[in-house]
């Protein structure tokens, strides 16, 4: 049993029991209705701003679509500017085009012309080369050639003759030397120079120890330098003792020769790393020279040479120059004579002008006389052989 109030329930009763669970369902209910009033109207509360807010945002699509037709209406003259402009583009970029590739189609020309230009040169260039190539070749077995010639003796004597011959022809006249002298005592010498006295003739031997030379630019180890240093020692030394012996003769020919080498290397090679063989040949009087300065001493023989002449032909010239003295003389008196000749004729030639001066005086004067009472004091008169008489010969 439960009491409520003043009452009591009676709970074993189904009807009660019953009208209870109705009663209580019902104010179930009723909280619930209460609960669900509450909640619509805090939701109705929490409605009305969002009703705004929605009426806010109806109005605001409706904006964004009045906004969207015109933004169409915009799009659609952007479209037709953009298809205007898209057309304008496409036809400057045409015509740029047509431009570039006409100015590409030119440059292109040009290029070809200056490439073939280019080729050409670069064929005869190419042709020059191939020509070059071929006289170096040929200079090749020139070469080979004149290591050939230069590795016999006999051949080797003969080019540097023929080099001496040459430095001879330009530096001398021809009848001041002569080639392959013999000497008294037997030898035969390449070139020997006339020089005047006291100097006398002079020997130039062309053969040079270019074998020994040979071997010391081709040594490689010490042991081959130093034989080669000894070898070119010796060769030098015999044939400076050599050229001594044979070509300096005293009274016959001058107080020393000359050893001509025809290689400025040999020359440069003996006075830079032996000087001492250069003394040596001082010391024999025997001269060691190089092509250059052959030359120089050959100039230098060639005013020594020069200058005996000149004193040889001195007393000539005295004879000739005291013989044009007396022509001159012979000159200048027959000018004075004709001088007075010239005087005399001038003279005459004056007497001639003054007697036709005078006679032509006379003549006009007889023109206007009167032959019947002509002066017999005033008759010209006539010499013998119809001669006219000057005025201091007219008889009186």
């Not at 009452?7 to 104010?27: C, E, K, R, S």
């Not at 799009?75 to 590409?104: C, D, I, P």
């Not at 012309?113 to 064929?123: D, K, M």
């Not at 004879?319 to 007075?340: A, G, I, S």
Request: charged share 25%; net charge neutral.
């Amino acid at each position: 049993m439960i009491s409520v109030g003043a009452a009591t329930l009676n709970l074993n009763d189904p009807l009660t029991l019953a009208g209870a669970i109705a009663a209580m369902v019902a104010l179930a209910v009723l909280a619930l209705l209460l609960v669900v009033l509450r909640r619509a109207r805090r939701t109705a509360d929490l409605m009305a701003p969002l009703a705004q807010q929605l009426q806010f945002m109806n109005a605001r699509v409706q904006a964004l679509g009045d906004g969207q037709q015109q933004l169409s209406g915009g799009l659609s003259g952007v479209a037709e500017a953009q298809a205007a402009a898209q057309a304008r583009m496409l036809h400057l970029m045409e015509t740029r085009l047509a431009e570039v590739t006409a100015r590409m189609a030119e440059n292109l020309h040009g290029s070809a012309n200056r490439t073939a230009q280019s080729l050409g040169e670069l064929q005869q260039r190419l042709m020059t080369i191939d020509k070059a190539q071929a006289n170096i070749e040929k200079l090749s077995g020139n070469v080979l050639s004149l290591q050939d010639i230069l590795s016999n003796k006999q051949t080797r004597g003969a080019f540097g003759e023929i080099q001496l011959h040459d430095i001879l022809a330009k530096a001398l006249p021809r009848d001041s030397y002569t080639w392959q002298a013999t000497l008294s005592n037997g030898r035969r010498a390449d070139c020997l120079i006339h020089l005047p006295s006291p100097t006398g003739p002079i020997v130039i031997d062309s053969k040079f120890p270019l074998d020994a030379y040979e071997a010391l630019r081709r040594g490689g180890t010490d042991h081959e330098m130093r034989a080669a240093v000894a070898g070119m020692r010796t060769a030098v030394r015999a044939h400076i003792r050599a050229i001594s012996e044979k070509y300096i003769l005293e009274g016959e020919t001058a107080d020393g020769a000359l050893m001509f080498l025809p290689s400025e290397a040999v020359y440069a090679e003996l006075h830079g790393n032996f000087p001492e063989l250069v003394r040596e040949g001082f010391a024999a009087r025997v001269w060691i020279v190089s092509p250059t300065t052959c030359m120089a001493t050959l100039h230098t023989m060639r005013a020594i040479l020069k200058d005996a002449r000149m004193r040889e032909q001195a007393g000539a010239i005295r004879k000739t120059l005291r013989q044009l003295h007396r022509d001159v003389e012979m000159v200048v008196e027959r000018v004075d004579k004709l001088n007075t000749h010239f005087n005399q004729a001038r003279a005459d030639l004056d007497g001639i002008g003054t007697a036709a001066e005078r006679a032509g005086k006379r003549a006009a004067r007889l023109d206007n006389f009167d032959f019947e009472d002509v002066a017999v004091d005033e008759a010209v008169a006539v010499l013998p052989l119809g001669r006219i008489t000057r005025p201091e010969e007219t008889p009186t």
